[in-house]
């Protein structure tokens, strides 16, 4: 989700890139730089918490509102991702609605936004209803419009109901260039089921959004790809001439197209398919130049909005928070040797 653009890495883990991950069996598994939470209490910094006054406040009000400190209570937690160290959590209004969802980022080894109960967010059981202070972020539209939330404390209130995922074509999740009147899209973070209209088939296995930029650390460190690229059959669209086909080599990014599909691997532990030709591990399963996504199959994921580092101008990202069956995500392959 965010560029990539991270010459140190934490900062693309505090940024939403969605993708901070702990790919198999990686040394650091959750991509953070060291430290970790402080447990099960869920208190926080008492300090820091008790100085901050807390608007008591829906998701949906919040995101339409003004930045702050906020307290969204009995939020249901409807995703998560597996870092320990830096899980980003999502939460949604239990009415649903427009504007009910938003990505929390919990890091315990952020300088700008620490969180000490990185520990507490990471075994958060989706589905509960959680109570949250933090501090909602969000740019101005014309530095591309980014929000997200970060996290002071977290406190579990039970089991909830989480609304339904909203029903959605193709089209409401591509790439798309934003315009300006379209930066606040009220499905942003929601929990959504994409059902194609068409046929999808592969694009771009390195997308320029979704790598990592600047100088790669190497799969022990940090990913390389945090996901991949499918486009409408009817486009046309001509992919790379090789995906993965060595473990040493990235596959060639294709130039950006509006109708193209960004795929994350946010949830690779449910999802566990990667483009990531380099770091890839099994059981992770590689698309192959053969890979469709076929017309009527539904696959339920995160629609995300991120923003590239230094840019205006920002993109949708449909990040799967399940494993579909062969029928929907076809020709799958084994990572190569």
Known sequence: MLYRNASIFAFACVLMVAGCRDNGTLTPADLSMGGGGTGGTGGGDDMAVAMKNYKMSSIAMMRQGAPGDYELDDVIAIA??????SPKLVVQDAAGGDYSAILTDCSSSSASHPCSVASTVHTTVLGDKVTIKGTYIKAKLASGGSETFYIDSITDNGAGTAPAPLALAQTDVERAV?????????????????????TLVMYDWTPTELKYSGTWPGCTTAPFVFGFAMIPMSVMATPANAACTV?????PSQTANDKEIFVGTDFYKDFNVSSDCQC????????????TWASG????????????????VGYRQFSPTQMPDSTT?????????
């Open 280 to 291: 890839a591990k099994t059981p992770t399963t590689v698309p192959a130049q053969g890979t």
């Open 247 to 251: 473990k040493t080599a990235p596959a």
């Open 297 to 312: 199959k539904p696959i339920t994921g995160v629609l995300i909005y991120d923003v590239p580092f230094g840019s205006t």
């Open 80 to 85: 998560l991702t597996p870092s320990t160290k």
């Open 329 to 337: 995500l076809t020709g799958l392959v084994a990572p190569p040797m």
């Open 178 to 198: 934003d315009t300006m009147a379209a930066k606040w899209n009220a499905n942003f973070f929601q929990k959504v089921t994409v059902t194609p209209t068409e």
